[in-house]
């Protein structure tokens, strides 16, 4: 199977990957389905014209980008990679960055950066992931494959720490229209998409050191826009794959009062602000374009072909971009990643050394009930055997729904004959 580029007429894919610190494996999983059961299904590889991420779905994309013109090779570079982490490796959890960052929860400044440094704060030393990405993405390819139109678009979207704005940094193959959006807390930055674009996206608040452009610094851009959907249609997409790394536990029902055994405690309580921290709009963004699609649809049905062109003609004047119908699929976790963390920490699989790293990973792990809450510890778990339980997750989560992705990824009947 060869190359993915295609006539520019057809729909444009855009994949929209989300924010979850280690969770982002899952994404793994998929775009190494996407690349082999689904191509072999379609008997060619998937177009993946734009790319957006949020945080670790930043780093996943910006992977993607960089190896669009080989798509055939993507799924095994991206595993590896996963497989091959280890958190020790990535962040540092010797006894004197164990201490700093204890004394840093009891209020102590952060040192001041060295001269030439672009980081600064943060409660773990991450300068190992830093490394990583680095190394593991080769970033002249993102360039290479825009000027070759293997690739339409990416964009990273970041939190700007001075002004709590969000920063949709983007590199397009085409100019980008000057109106990006009315929202008055987005702003876009046409880049040059690089290491600290990413970096800056991936900064975990209050755990990672926030990441310095030029001369603003930068922290997750899941604060405000963990699932970055409206990049990547302002961008082109006509159809959306989206990715979200939370589980949706069906709504409990409540009988007994809880117990107070079962009332939270600090971790337990970190977890749960990481997660309110990393909102997921998804289903309220897709419920919404849903509508968008209905009222095109209903408006079409009513005044005929001159509907759409007519009311759009308004709609760019007004607020700068038209209104589109947009396709898409969703695919979240359908097991609990917290509880899948824990179970991962209890059963001993966890490779690491040193006497206080090892009672810290299983502090975050949890005990009892608790063991099922250990949401903080499945955002740090960088560990290639975890990682590698998430990517056959992610995969058998794709496979059900196959159907819904070969009709996403069906383009080629809308090309001219």
């Known amino acids: ?37 689904l191509a072999k299904r379609l008997g060619r590889h998937v177009p993946l014209d734009i790319v957006t991420g949020t945080s670790v779905g930043a780093i ?4 993607l980008a960089a190896t669009m013109g080989d798509p055939a090779s993507q799924a095994e570079q991206i595993n590896s990679a996963w497989r091959a982490l280890r958190l020790e490796e990535l962040i540092s959890l010797k006894p004197k960055d164990l201490l700093r960052a204890g004394r840093m929860l009891l209020g102590s400044d952060p040192p001041p950066p060295p001269p030439g440094s672009f980081r600064y704060g943060g409660i773990l030393d991450t300068s190992g992931l830093e490394r990583f990405v680095i190394r593991a993405i080769p970033w002249r390819g993102i360039d290479k494959n825009l000027r070759g139109k293997k690739l339409h678009a990416i964009s990273v979207s970041a939190t700007h720490v001075a002004s709590g704005h969000t920063v949709v940094f983007l590199s397009s193959a085409e100019p980008v229209p000057r109106e990006w959006s009315r ?15 990413v970096l800056a996206s991936a900064a975990i608040p209050m755990l990672f050191p926030a990441v310095k452009i030029g001369e603003e610094y930068f922290t997750d851009g899941g604060l405000r826009q963990n699932t970055p959907m409206s990049p990547a249609i302002r961008l082109g997409a006509d159809r959306l794959l989206l990715v979200s790394l939370r589980h949706l536990k069906p709504a409990p029902v409540v009988t007994d009062p809880p117990r107070v055994e079962a009332y939270p405690k600090p971790l337990f309580l970190a977890g749960k602000a990481l997660n309110a921290l990393m909102l997921d709009h998804t289903e309220y963004d897709l419920q919404r374009m849903q509508r968008i699609n209905l009222i095109l649809e209903a408006g079409h049905a ?15 004047r007004m607020r700068g971009a038209p209104l589109r119908r947009i396709q898409a699929v969703h695919i979240r976790p359908s097991e609990d990643i917290g509880a899948m963390a824990a179970d991962f920490v209890a059963a001993g699989r ?23 809450e250990s949401d903080f510890l499945s955002y740090l778990l960088f560990d290639g055997n975890f990682a590698a339980e998430l990517i056959e997750l992610g995969r058998r989560d794709a496979a059900k729904k196959e159907d819904e992705l070969a009709s996403l990824f069906d383009v080629l009947s809308h090309v001219p004959k």
């Open 350 to 372: 966890m490779r690491v050394s040193g006497l206080l790293a090892r009672k810290l990973i299983d502090r975050l792990a949890g005990r009892g009930e608790g063991r099922h």
């Open 302 to 316: 009513s005044f005929g072909d001159q509907f759409e062109q007519t009311m759009n003609h308004e709609l760019v």
């Open 183 to 197: 929202d008055p807390f987005v702003r876009h930055r046409a880049a040059r998409i690089g290491p600290r674009h």
């Open 1 to 37: 199977m060869g190359s993915v580029q295609a006539p520019q007429s057809r729909p444009r894919i855009g994949f929209v990957l989300s924010g979850g610190g280690s969770r982002g494996a899952y994404e793994a999983g998929i775009i190494h389905y996407l690349r082999t059961d």
């Open 60 to 63: 996943n994309a910006a992977f």
